[in-house]
Nanobody, 125 residues
Framework: VQLQASGGGLVQAGGSLRLSCAAS????????MSWFRQAPGKEREFVAA????????YYADSVKGRFTISRDNANKVVYLQMNSLKPEDAAIYYC???????????????????WGQGTQVTVSS
């Protein structure tokens, strides 16, 4: 499966962005999907994940209540709605496919075998 992330850009603190991850190739309905991010000089970190059916979602504590992950399996798209953005949210955001996910593995990059190229999010203070 090939993944293409888009929707990044420059936004003021407190603003919103919606990232999209479009999949091609094999159907994504068979995969859990996730978003990770990497800021300059930092390690890649987990942001959010969603199960194959969309019935379960997981979030990093730092984004809980501000970000929402969702998926449209019919159109092979996964979204990350980001509200109340903070300067510390600035990073390259990557979407990934893999799984299955459960409470013990959703946050690990090793759980996901397919990765997109990333989209840049910049938040000005």
């Amino acid at each position: 499966v090939q993944l293409q992330a888009s929707g990044g850009g420059l936004v003021q603190a407190g603003g919103s962005l919606r990232l999209s991850c479009a999949a091609s190739g094999r159907t994504v309905s068979g995969y859990a999907m996730s978003w990770f991010r990497q800021a300059p000089g930092k390690e890649r970190e987990f942001v959010a994940a969603i199960s194959k059916s969309g019935g379960s979602t997981y979030y990093a504590d730092s984004v809980k209540g501000r970000f929402t992950i969702s998926r449209d399996n019919a159109n092979k798209v996964v979204y990350l709605q980001m509200n109340s953005l903070k300067p510390e949210d600035a990073a390259i955001y990557y979407c990934a496919a893999g799984g299955p996910i459960y409470s013990g593995n959703f946050y690990s990059s090793h759980t996901y075998g397919y990765w997109g190229q990333g989209t840049q999010v910049t938040v000005s203070s």
